[in-house]
């Protein structure tokens, strides 16, 4: 993932929200002008150009930080490397029932270097809560880390199934009960 460099704290604000208006804009899968997306993000379009110079600078900074979001869902210090693990593969159903289109438009859009780096924190958070889990007793020891990453790309890839969200809902409390040592 691109790193962004120290800013300021109002140039740090500016960033984020043009980022979050994207995100809604694409959400929405509204087609707008590369410069509306300053106007809906409270912000000059110099401050837009600034940060983002291009469409897909923009896009793949809203990648970036929706990776990032359900990563961190699995980063909870209350909770077990196993909770983690269960609240990381059912917040990546939800998040793609909820957004799907927003998921469809990134993937279709993002740089394909930037989705193998989005990948491989996901599968990097994937495969540290795996081992945690294991260490713990949570989960069997004998489960890859591709094995699991396999399932989520079949989740994320059948969304033009009729009743793909109570499948994918189902798939993954499937996957869940296959790790589980009891």
Request: hydrophobic share 50%; proline share 2%.
């Given at each position: 993932?691109?790193?962004?460099?120290?800013?300021?704290?109002?140039?740090?604000?500016?960033?984020?929200?043009?980022?979050?208006?994207?995100?809604?804009?694409?959400?929405?899968?509204?087609?707008?002008?590369?410069?509306?997306?300053?106007?809906?993000?409270?912000?000059?379009?110099?401050?837009?150009?600034?940060?983002?110079?291009?469409?897909?600078?923009?896009?793949?900074?809203?990648?970036?930080?929706?990776?990032?979001?359900l990563c961190d869902q699995a980063?909870?210090?209350?909770?077990?490397?196993?909770?983690?693990?269960?609240?990381?593969?059912?917040?990546?159903?939800?998040?793609?029932?909820?957004?799907?289109?927003?998921?469809?438009?990134?993937?279709?859009?993002?740089?394909?270097?930037?989705?193998?780096?989005?990948?491989?924190?996901?599968?990097?958070?994937?495969?540290?809560?795996?081992?945690?889990?294991?260490?713990?007793?949570?989960?069997?020891?004998?489960?890859?880390?591709?094995?699991?990453?396999?399932?989520?790309?079949?989740i994320g890839s059948a969304t033009?199934?009729?009743?793909?969200?109570?499948?994918?809902?189902?798939?993954?409390?499937?996957?869940?009960?296959?790790?589980?040592?009891?």
């Open positions: 993932m691109a790193q962004v460099r120290a800013l300021r704290a109002d140039a740090r604000r500016n960033r984020d929200a043009i980022v979050a208006a994207a995100r809604d804009v694409f959400d929405r899968d509204e087609q707008v002008r590369f410069d509306d997306f300053a106007a809906r993000a409270g912000v000059g379009v110099g401050t837009l150009y600034r940060h983002f110079p291009t469409r897909e600078a923009l896009t793949a900074a809203v990648y970036e930080g929706e990776v990032a979001a980063r909870d210090p209350t909770r077990s490397a196993g909770e983690n693990l269960d609240a990381l593969l059912r917040g990546f159903v939800e998040y793609v029932v909820a957004h799907a289109g927003l998921a469809r438009r990134l993937a279709a859009v993002v740089d394909p270097a930037v989705q193998a780096d989005g990948g491989m924190e996901l599968e990097s958070t994937v495969a540290d809560l795996l081992s945690r889990a294991a260490a713990d007793g949570a989960i069997r020891n004998n489960v890859t880390v591709g094995a699991v990453m396999i399932v989520l790309h079949g033009d199934r009729p009743l793909w969200a109570s499948e994918a809902r189902a798939a993954v409390e499937l996957l869940l009960a296959g790790l589980r040592t009891t």
